[in-house]
């Protein structure tokens, strides 16, 4: 990390608006991260969480920004040898969550690999104390590993008990990889546009994002960027979410927010009256300005401000109108739109894991009764092999590629009821 690199942070933080970023192998103390963020600007947005192992300051180091709104609900953060932090989110007693951000020991050697398998069991120990304390998690960073050789060796049924054990328990716990998920990547034979590190001579995947079942259900995009190569040989893995899925308050039984707006009626008014208001007010700052006498500009102007307010409110004759404004969040999740989207994501995961296939050949028929009624209301026809009732298992294959063109078809649905949605907030609000 150097104060060029936190400009261009500073750019990116601009260009995608992240609510929380983390950074690895940034091999800077503390002190001096949150002096640069705080000399290109990044402060007045971005509350800096980082770790260093002191003794080791060239090979650790994790930086976390979280916008301050957000900040605001730490409740905890934990280190680990400069290269494990966890940071514990609480928004009510029912919305609490984790996440854990690791850069992983890299190196073939017989210390490197023992030093993975000792951070990966913090790793794993961290998880277990978030899940008995309900949290859901997100778990990421440069984990130095590669998920197809933990594949290899489970495929061959040979025992996971080393580096890679760190995947077993993360599959074992119903833990989710959101890029492999939702991009499709085949782990076994993957393409350079999936990779998440590239150099010279070859390229791979080691950095991962994993999260729980439930803040799945609210994932809307994930991806991975090409960052910029003069920074660093990793890609930037982004995922987007439902907002209330993850930090708001649990859902009420009103699904609307009452707010209130007065309207002067400034009209009524006569000339008489105009000059009486505008005596009473000058002689209400008079003496409000000899019994406190402010020091800056802002306690000034909340003076004159209370001031206007409370002569308007008792002089001026006024109605009160009651807003409602709907849940933006909640109110994207009403729509067909979205239960079709979360409709093919649940299909399509049930497809491509063995455990989900045989609950999808299950209730088979009532699923593809659903997706039916589904594409018949958004008034989508199409005449695909996984509309027919009977399911066969010689046809997986183009289940799965069907899936993935419906999916690409709920994607787009979404996100352009997502903008009708936010065009028409934006007209009423104009109106309002």
């Given at each position: 990390?150097?104060?060029?690199?936190?400009?261009?942070?500073?750019?990116?933080?601009?260009?995608?608006?992240?609510?929380?970023?983390?950074?690895?192998?940034?091999?800077?103390?503390?002190?001096?991260?949150?002096?640069?963020?705080?000399?290109?600007?990044?402060?007045?947005?971005?509350?800096?969480?980082?770790?260093?192992?002191?003794?080791?300051?060239n090979s650790t180091?994790?930086?976390?920004?979280?916008?301050?709104?957000?900040?605001?609900?730490?409740?905890?953060?934990?280190?680990?040898?400069?290269?494990?932090?966890?940071?514990?989110?609480?928004?009510?007693?029912?919305?609490?969550?984790?996440?854990?951000?690791?850069?992983?020991?890299?190196?073939?050697?017989?210390?490197?690999?023992?030093?993975?398998?000792?951070?990966?069991?913090?790793?794993?120990?961290?998880?277990?104390?978030?899940?008995?304390?309900?949290?859901?998690?997100?778990?990421?960073?440069?984990?130095?590993?590669?998920?197809?050789?933990?594949?290899?060796?489970?495929?061959?049924?040979?025992?996971?008990?080393?580096?890679?054990?760190?995947?077993?328990?993360?599959?074992?716990?119903?833990?989710?990889?959101?890029?492999?998920?939702?991009?499709?990547?085949?782990?076994?034979?993957?393409?350079?546009?999936?990779?998440?590190?590239?150099?010279?001579?070859?390229?791979?995947?080691?950095?991962?994002?994993?999260?729980?079942?439930?803040?799945?259900?609210?994932?809307?995009?994930?991806?991975?960027?090409?960052?910029?190569?003069?920074?660093?040989?990793?890609?930037?893995?982004?995922?987007r979410f439902i907002?209330?899925?993850?930090?708001?308050?649990?859902?009420?039984?009103?699904?609307?927010?009452?707010?209130?707006?007065?309207?002067?009626?400034?009209?009524?008014?006569?000339?008489?009256?105009?000059?009486?208001?505008?005596?009473?007010?000058?002689?209400?700052?008079?003496?409000?300005?000899?019994?406190?006498?402010?020091?800056?500009?802002?306690?000034k102007w909340n003076?004159?401000?209370?001031?206007?307010?409370?002569?308007?409110?008792?002089?001026?004759?006024?109605?009160?109108?009651?807003?409602?404004?709907?849940?933006?969040?909640?109110?994207?999740?009403?729509?067909?739109?979205?239960?079709?989207?979360?409709?093919?994501?649940?299909?399509?995961?049930?497809?491509?894991?063995?455990?989900?296939?045989?609950?999808?050949?299950?209730?088979?028929?009532?699923?593809?009764?659903?997706?039916?009624?589904?594409?018949?209301?958004?008034?989508?026809?199409?005449?695909?092999?996984?509309?027919?009732?009977?399911?066969?298992?010689?046809?997986?294959?183009?289940?799965?590629?069907?899936?993935?063109?419906?999916?690409?078809?709920?994607?787009?649905?979404?996100?352009?009821?997502?903008?009708?949605?936010?065009?028409?907030?934006?007209?009423?609000?104009?109106?309002?």
């Amino acid at each position: 990390m150097t104060q060029l690199k936190m400009m261009n942070i500073k750019s990116t933080l601009a260009k995608y608006d992240f609510d929380i970023l983390a950074l690895t192998e940034t091999k800077v103390i503390i002190k001096n991260a949150k002096f640069m963020a705080k000399s290109v600007g990044i402060n007045k947005h971005y509350t800096v969480f980082g770790i260093i192992d002191n003794a080791h300051i060239n090979s650790t180091g994790i930086i976390i920004l979280v916008k301050n709104d957000i900040a605001n609900h730490v409740t905890d953060v934990q280190d680990h040898l400069g290269r494990i932090i966890k940071i514990d989110f609480n928004f009510s007693k029912y919305n609490k969550f984790s996440i854990i951000a690791i850069y992983n020991k890299s190196g073939n050697s017989v210390h490197a690999r023992d030093s993975r398998q000792t951070l990966n069991q913090i790793v794993i120990n961290l998880i277990k104390e978030a899940r008995r304390k309900q949290q859901q998690i997100i778990f990421m960073g440069d984990f130095n590993l590669r998920f197809d050789r933990y594949e290899k060796l489970k495929n061959k049924r040979v025992r996971i008990k080393n580096q890679f054990s760190i995947f077993k328990y993360l599959e074992n716990h119903e833990f989710i990889d959101v890029h492999k998920d939702f991009l499709n990547i085949d782990d076994q034979n993957l393409s350079k546009r999936y990779s998440t590190f590239q150099n010279y001579s070859t390229f791979s995947q080691i950095d991962y994002m994993w999260i729980t079942n439930n803040l799945y259900d609210g994932v809307i995009k994930a991806k991975i960027i090409e960052y910029n190569s003069l920074d660093t040989d990793h890609s930037l893995l982004s995922m987007r979410f439902i907002r209330n899925n993850v930090i708001f308050q649990p859902i009420r039984t009103n699904k609307n927010i009452k707010a209130g707006r007065i309207k002067y009626l400034y009209e009524d008014l006569d000339e008489d009256s105009k000059k009486m208001i505008i005596d009473m007010t000058e002689k209400e700052l008079d003496v409000r300005l000899k019994n406190y006498t402010p020091t800056n500009l802002d306690e000034k102007w909340n003076i004159y401000n209370h001031v206007i307010a409370t002569i308007k409110k008792n002089h001026i004759k006024h109605k009160e109108f009651k807003i409602v404004v709907d849940k933006e969040d909640q109110d994207i999740k009403n729509t067909l739109e979205y239960r079709f989207y979360r409709y093919i994501v649940y299909i399509r995961r049930g497809l491509k894991k063995a455990k989900g296939l045989e609950q999808i050949k299950k209730n088979w028929k009532k699923i593809i009764r659903n997706l039916r009624s589904i594409l018949k209301a958004l008034e989508i026809n199409v005449d695909f092999y996984i509309l027919s009732y009977y399911f066969r298992i010689v046809l997986i294959d183009t289940y799965l590629k069907e899936i993935e063109e419906l999916f690409s078809v709920a994607y787009i649905s979404l996100n352009t009821e997502m903008g009708k949605k936010k065009e028409k907030k934006i007209m009423e609000a104009i109106e309002r």
